[in-house]
């Protein structure tokens, strides 16, 4: 499937929703960062976010209705942390209106679509496309390709999801909430990619 999109100019600097709340004082080696997931309904993104902040994977999950908060704090190797207050978002139609919510002033977007649905990844470039039109300017993408533990049913190559994620300057990475496979990986990466505020 093709994926027709430019790389928006992403200037490294001071990116809205990065320490958003102490007055602009930004700890270099205690971030905070606003995330956002988007994604048709279905396609994982609740059971991302429970299998990275609980280590657990429900296969009942139910539909997200409006939006749900978690958060985690992860530490990297140079020893900064990066807590990651998490938005995921409802994927179902009916709530498309309030996302704008969620992803202004967001300074990272974890887009995620499922490698068994050629729909779900046609939305997932038409929120990239959203992202590129009303987002911040200076925000980080990720695009993600989630239930790879499906293999046998992908419709979805990994090459258009890289193709894609090129084409759009974003991070890609293929993960599967059940088995867990790169969902910390794919936390990690985001926090290595955060613009980093030198110290005052
Ligand atoms: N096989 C497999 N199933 C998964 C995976 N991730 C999620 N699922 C299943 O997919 C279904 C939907 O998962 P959710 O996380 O609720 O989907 P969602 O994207 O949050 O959906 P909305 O809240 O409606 O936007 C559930 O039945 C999950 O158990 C995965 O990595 N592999
Ligand atoms: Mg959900």
Redesign the pocket.
Known sequence: MGCASSVADRSQGRGTGLNPDNGGAVDPKNLKVKLV?L?????????????FVRGQ?????????GASFLSQTIALQDSTTVKFEIW?????ER?AALAPLYYRGSAVAVV?Y?ITSPESFAKAQYWVKELQKHGSPDIVMALVG?????DEKREVTTRDGIDCAEKNGMFFIE?????A?NINQLFEEIAKRLPRPSAA
């Open positions: 997931l994604g048709d309904s279905g396609v994982g993104k609740s059971c991302i976010v429970l299998r994977f429900d296969p009942t999950s139910k539909v997200t209705v995921d978002t409802a994927g179902q709530y995620v499922d989630n239930k790879a533990d499906l993960t599967s909430a059940k088995t496979d």
